[in-house]
């Protein structure tokens, strides 16, 4: 998961080089402002930020660590980790933070006030963790809507899916891991070329919801595992209940994400693949010669 938001964030970076400090917001994979690079505001839920270059505005980050060895022009705040500020680092305006105390090199200049706000105490509960409960509760909404959309618009496919999983386990991982592994691959080597360009943005920006729509697949394959007599609807959610319940657990989540999106895209690819409508063969078969009609 956290390779794709990379990809997208390189993606979005593409056409934002004509445009003047564009914003960063990311959900997940944190960010990196390159040397030379000058962005706009900053702002990260979940993963590292690292500032080489140049922030033209304010820096939030929620979970993870600050480290900055260029400029930030406004403040900068970290809610639950510490700011490492390099020799060479520069924050224009005030540095607030919630726990963890910032670590400044000899030479980095605070123009502003260093303050202590202690939001880590407020409720005791680190502002880490509601972070973490946040976001999974938005992919669990998001992920109950997309199961439901994908069983009323492709009963058949999920169906299907799940069939490919118990006959050809096989394949449909292997297919899967090709998915996983190549579009990604493809998408930047074809963004790297001038005629290659559309498509691969076009691939980039695909990857976000083919995943989703991977994992979501999983769900359906597992309650129909699980629950194998029951209703299309009840088995979804016993699939989505186990799947969310799981990725709850940080050291669990992730890889247990990557491993259903995988089974999901190469179960539905291979089911999509099955189902293509056959080559329509003449009564007589395709080796039948012509019979001469009939003299009178």
Do not use: C
């Amino acid at each position: 998961m956290r390779t794709m938001f990379v990809l997208l964030a390189l993606l979005l970076a593409l056409p934002a080089a004509a445009q003047a400090a564009p914003d960063r917001v990311v959900l997940a994979g944190g960010t990196h402002v390159l040397a030379g690079e000058t962005v706009g505001d900053v702002f990260v839920i979940d993963g590292p930020v690292v500032v080489d270059g140049r922030v033209t505005g304010d820096l939030v980050s929620v979970s993870d660590p600050v480290r900055i060895s260029g400029t930030v022009e406004g403040d900068v705040t970290a809610v639950s980790a510490p700011v490492i500020a390099g020799p060479r680092a520069t924050i224009g305006g005030d540095l607030l933070y919630g726990d963890e105390k910032p670590v400044l090199a000899r030479g980095a200049r605070v123009e502003g006030k260093v303050s202590d706000e202690g939001w880590n105490d407020f409720g005791g509960a680190p502002w880490g963790f509601v972070s973490h409960v946040a976001f999974w509760l938005a992919a669990s909404v998001s992920s109950l809507a997309l199961g439901f959309l994908l069983l009323w618009l492709a009963p058949g496919a999920i169906g299907r899916s799940t069939e490919l999983l118990r006959r050809r386990s096989g394949a449909v991982a292997l297919t899967g891991l090709l998915l996983v592994i190549g579009l990604p691959i493809a998408a930047v080597l074809m963004v790297v070329t001038l005629i290659g360009l559309p498509l691969g943005i076009a691939l980039l920006l695909a990857l976000l919801p083919l995943g989703a729509v991977g994992y979501v697949t999983a769900m359906h394959m597992l309650g129909r595992v699980v629950a194998p007599k029951a209703t299309p609807a009840v088995a979804f959610l016993a699939g989505w209940g186990m799947l969310r319940a799981a990725a709850f657990i940080p050291a669990v989540g992730p890889p247990l994400w990557a491993v259903a999106m995988m089974l999901g895209l190469g179960a539905l690819l291979l089911a999509l693949w099955e189902s293509r409508p056959a080559r329509a063969v003449p009564a007589g078969g395709p080796e039948a010669p012509l019979r001469p009609a009939a003299l009178h």
